[in-house]
């Protein structure tokens, strides 16, 4: 057997470079699936966190028509209330809200010296309620007695944390308004036009939005 016929036989150098190609694509097949998985992810907590917080406000009487109230009732009341936060910061998805607090509008009657008085009150909530607060996030283990000659029955439930909710002390102003020279009033983001106002009571109409 001649010496070249014992020689090992080596690769080719077109299957190098076919090795070569193969671990340089399968790195780039793993680094498509981390970018791939990551804008999935991005994708779905993109809107969660995107959601902007928005207040909300909204009253107990028509809009756009005469109203009349007695000296010491309420004119309208302003409720208002704001996304509630997820756990990103963004606003829950269901649409879910928490309070934040009213503002009310009272007539008074008319002072000496002609003018029609009202009293303004406005009450601010302030809360750390998160959609983690109504959905709980806390746990606890329950067991359940057995009923007759059974095991008794055990499980883990979800319960919430309580949220810190606080109503600040009201802020209150009464005022008179001289009606030669305005009729409007501003309440949150409401106008009232105040139409007429006697010691017997005033009519007035909500016109909206200011």
């Not at 470079?17 to 991005?42: D, Y």
């Not at 809107?47 to 309208?76: N, Y």
């Not at 002390?169 to 308004?177: C, M, Q, R, S, Y």
């Amino acid at each position: 057997m001649s010496p070249d016929s014992q020689r090992l036989p080596r690769c080719a150098p077109s299957r190098k470079l076919a090795i070569l190609l193969s671990k340089h694509n399968a790195g780039r097949h793993r680094v498509f699936r981390v970018l791939a998985t990551t804008t999935l992810v991005l994708s779905l907590i993109g809107p969660l966190v995107a959601a902007p917080i928005k207040a909300e406000t909204s009253v107990d009487r028509p809009l756009a028509t005469e109203l009349f109230v007695s000296v010491g009732d309420v004119m309208l009341k302003v409720e208002v209330r704001e996304s509630l936060p997820n756990a990103f910061g963004g606003a829950d998805i269901f649409g879910r809200t928490r309070d934040r607090g009213f503002s009310d509008l009272r007539y008074m009657g008319v002072d000496p010296t002609g003018y029609p008085v009202f009293r303004r009150r406005d009450v601010d909530i302030i809360t750390n309620e998160t959609t983690m607060s109504r959905s709980g996030t806390g746990s606890a283990v329950v067991t359940v007695p057995p009923a007759n000659s059974g095991l008794p029955i055990t499980g883990i439930i979800s319960r919430p944390h309580a949220p810190s909710i606080q109503a600040l002390p009201p802020d209150t102003v009464e005022f008179g308004l001289d009606l030669s020279k305005s009729r409007v009033l501003t309440i949150r983001d409401r106008t009232v036009e105040i139409i007429d106002a006697s010691g017997a009571g005033v009519r007035y109409r909500i016109l909206g939005g200011s």
